[in-house]
T-cell receptor, first 108, second 115 residues
Framework: DAKTTQPPSMDCAEGRAANLPCNHSTISGNEYVYWYRQIHSQGPQYIIHGLKNNETNEMASLIITEDRKSSTLILPHATLRDTAVYYCMHKGNTPLVFGKGTRLSVIA | SAVISQKPSRDICQRGTSLTIQCQVDSQVTMMFWYRQQPGQSLTLIATANQGSEATYESGFVIDKFPISRPNLTFSTLTVSNMSPEDSSIYLC????????????FGPGTRLTVL
């Protein structure tokens, strides 16, 4: 069973920041938080991951709360091509377990 | 990151037949996984395939239905046997990166339709 909770859907205006929340209250101390996205039945695309510090790369920023029980993925300037299902997961040395994710719709 | 290719990209098959899906990685990896994504659903792990050992199947998946080969560190196959329309799904290969992180990367998927 999926171990994270995400809203089923969100809308975001093109050019605005998209903030996607995730609850992962059962995360273990040695597990990382991972974010992936899946665009229209393509293979899931890795976005970013983190342990306890905030992380940023060319795609997004990841904000992890101090207690590590929740996180937020930030797409700073959403474009139409960011429309996808976004998955938040936590993982140690076992395979990723996918929940239902958040369907983000970026609107022109 | 790893570059993963799958063959075929899609296929339409008749009930009762079998299809073998190939997964090729551009670098040597220890951990490989096979997932299934049924229409409108999320991904479900079928099995973990490590080179040199038998594949480990998740609950609800059996070797007779989904035999897996892992002959070397860059290649794996998944066979969907005795297919029925309920096997219509996208099948995805995934690998875990080597060298310190457990990040998984995914192939483009094989879209299977069973008539």
């Amino acid at each position: 069973d999926a171990k994270t909770t995400q809203p089923p859907s969100m809308d975001c205006a093109e050019g605005r920041a998209a903030n996607l929340p995730c609850n992962h209250s059962t995360i273990s101390g040695n597990e990382y938080v991972y974010w992936y996205r899946q665009i229209h039945s393509q293979g899931p695309q890795y976005i970013i991951h983190g342990l306890k510090n905030n992380e940023t790369n060319e795609m997004a920023s990841l904000i992890i709360t101090e207690d590590r029980k929740s996180s937020t993925l930030i797409l700073p300037h959403a474009t139409l091509r960011d429309t996808a299902v976004y998955y938040c997961m936590h993982k140690g040395n076992t395979p990723l377990v996918f929940g239902k994710g958040t369907r983000l719709s970026v609107i022109a | 990151s790893a570059v993963i290719s799958q063959k075929p990209s899609r296929d339409i098959c008749q009930r009762g037949t079998s299809l073998t899906i190939q997964c090729q990685v551009d670098s040597q990896v220890t951990m490989m996984f096979w997932y299934r994504q049924q229409p409108g659903q999320s991904l479900t792990l079928i099995a973990t395939a490590n080179q040199g050992s038998e594949a480990t199947y998740e609950s609800g998946f059996v070797i007779d239905k989904f035999p897996i080969s892992r002959p070397n560190l860059t290649f794996s196959t998944l066979t969907v046997s005795n297919m029925s329309p309920e096997d219509s799904s996208i099948y995805l290969c995934s690998v875990e990166s080597e060298g310190g992180t457990d990040t998984q990367y995914f192939g483009p998927g094989t879209r299977l339709t069973v008539l």
